[in-house]
């Protein structure tokens, strides 16, 4: 079986697992506990945060442990926008943007009294940075745009984005969990004053994640109780599952540059096959401004769901996008902002890997591709 939908979730790394394991069993105290036993699981989660902010190029007070990329996202556009109701009440956004950050807008909008604007996209999923300078004003308090799609796997170019947002003095929030492991995330080198990230998407364990903010950043907590993670992010902490992060994102960042190079190759030629030999396939996305591990496509004339089952039978699991949208009839946002019709958004399939992947295994996914379209289209 060829599992190829790492962008919903990775396996976590045996190292991650072996780093965990002494904080899920001899180190288990709880880090907020006054005596050695607390005292080493919070020296532990101390060392954790240290090594986070050393990869993402911030300080350790500027990283806060969530339980994943949802909360993370949550925290930052609701948190950043709630410090400061008292400046302004607009947000700025685009519409490919992952539920947690789209949800997060709306409750704002209904119970805050705040103005949201959308930005478009073009038909590859780019934000222009013209727009979204027209789209500022006095009162805008926050801009939130992804820096990878997690279902076309659009890369923005977030150092453009964020040139406007600086001179304006807006805070700009990039949800960056597909990027993790492809792309270079410190906060400068991305343009950004906020980042948020999940640990399931680069080898670490569901059930964690962090919001890397900038500690002169106002930041409203959405969970109150006894004031840990600085007071923005009460609840007893998983120390495990933090080393875990840690690690994880470690790895990433050491294996990250020969990674790109190696799987974009792959991937190129997987697209190239693809595009080739199924009548009609279409890629979604950039072409060329695309995470190295996610190949989307559409498939006019089939049903992505019949596709997926299909590949299944042939040993090759995928899907048809965001795993958070799975189960849903609705044709993919992401798809209809980018300009596809809604009975061809219905035919979509996603394929995406983690850096391991090997040439003969997209081969035969490629291959798989071509005979499950082929019996659905009845074209056989």
């Avoid at 962090?210 to 959405?222: C, D, I, K, Q």
């Amino acid at each position: 079986m060829l599992y190829l939908d790492n962008a919903a979730t990775t396996p976590v790394r045996p190292e991650v697992l072996e780093a965990m394991w002494p904080y899920l069993t001899s180190t288990f105290g709880n880090p907020s506990s006054h005596h050695t036993v607390g005292e080493a699981a919070a020296e532990a989660l101390r060392d954790a945060r240290r090594r986070v902010a050393t990869a993402l190029g911030v300080r350790p007070g500027d990283v806060v442990f969530t339980s994943g990329g949802t909360e993370a996202d949550n925290l930052a556009v609701k948190g950043i926008t709630l410090a400061a109701l008292d400046r302004g009440r607009h947000v700025v956004t685009s519409p490919i943007e992952h539920e947690a950050v789209a949800e997060s807008v709306a409750y704002l909008t209904r119970f805050h009294g705040v103005e949201a604007t959308v930005l478009p996209v073009d038909g590859t999923g780019l934000v222009d940075p013209a727009e979204l300078a027209a789209a500022l004003r006095p009162d805008t308090v926050l801009v939130s745009v992804m820096a990878a799609n997690n279902e076309i796997g659009t890369i923005q170019d977030l150092s453009e984005l964020g040139a406007v947002t600086r001179a304006a003095g807006v805070p700009f929030h990039t949800d960056a969990v597909q990027a993790a492991g492809w792309l270079p995330l410190g906060l400068d080198r991305l343009g950004v004053d906020a980042l948020s990230l999940a640990g399931h998407k680069l080898g670490a364990p569901k059930g964690v994640g962090l919001l890397a903010a900038r500690g002169s950043l106002p930041l409203e907590p959405l969970l109150h109780g006894g004031g840990q993670e600085r007071g923005r992010r009460s609840g007893t902490e998983q120390v495990a599952a933090a080393v875990g992060l840690a690690t994880a994102l470690e790895l990433a960042e050491r294996d990250r540059m020969e990674a790109v190079d190696r799987v974009s190759g792959l991937r190129d030629a997987f697209i190239a096959r693809v595009l080739n030999e199924v009548p009609r396939a279409r890629l979604t996305g950039h072409p060329e401004r695309r995470l190295p591990g996610i190949a989307s496509f559409v498939f006019p004339g089939t049903s992505g769901e019949a596709v997926l089952l299909e590949l299944e039978r042939r040993g090759v699991i995928s899907s048809s996008g965001s795993a958070c949208a799975a189960g849903s009839d609705e044709p993919s946002p992401v798809l209809l902002a980018i300009g596809i019709a809604p009975e061809v958004a219905q035919t979509a399939v996603r394929f995406s890997c983690t850096t391991a992947v090997t040439a003969a295994e997209l081969d035969r996914t490629a291959s798989a591709v071509v005979a499950s379209v082929e019996a659905v289209a009845g074209l056989r």
